[in-house]
């Protein structure tokens, strides 16, 4: 399974959000600079986003993109998902009654890397990603 560009590059935009938490509004210009993003591509994504109540925005000459949130209140499933929908390892694990479920031996192997990945994104807040962010800075 690989994440498309909207979930990679929506989380990069958000933890960026998380970085500058109560310290004003983001310009789409400083993301997308920093992270090599096309702007009218974020706009995209931060439309889902708002829409979701993850970020908000605000007009004018200091204007541009916060969390709604708290870092801690965020975790990266919630991104993840509100971007690129629900996070599945095969097709027959979202089939309400796979017709071969009973004789399938590769069946629950995918429903535990399903499970797997679910539980890491779900325990993973921004503020997690801020406290290793600044460990991988202080290192350098």
């Known amino acids: 399974m690989i994440l498309s560009t ?3 590059y ?8 998380s970085l500058n938490y109560g310290e004003g509004p983001v310009t789409l210009k400083k993301i997308c600079d920093k992270y090599e993003i096309s702007e009218n591509y974020l706009e995209q994504l931060f439309a889902k986003l708002k829409k979701a109540g993850y970020i908000v925005s605000t007009r ?4 541009g993109y916060s969390l709604a949130k708290q870092p ?3 975790t990266v499933g919630m991104i993840l998902r509100t971007l690129e929908g629900e996070i599945t390892t095969s097709e ?6 796979c017709r071969r479920e009973s004789v399938c031996a590769t069946r629950t192997i995918w429903s535990k ?7 890491v ?9 801020i406290d290793e962010h600044h460990k991988i800075t202080a290192e350098d």
Not at 92 to 97: E, H, P, Q, S
Not at 121 to 129: P, Q
């Open 60 to 63: 004018g000459a200091y204007g």
């Open 92 to 97: 027959c694990l979202n089939k309400d009654v």
């Open 113 to 119: 890397i399903e499970k797997s990945i679910n539980d």
């Open 121 to 129: 994104i779900d325990n993973i807040t921004l503020l997690d990603m």
């Open 10 to 17: 929506g989380l990069k935009a958000v933890f960026e959000l």
């Open 6 to 8: 909207k979930g990679r």
């Open 72 to 74: 801690q209140d965020v």
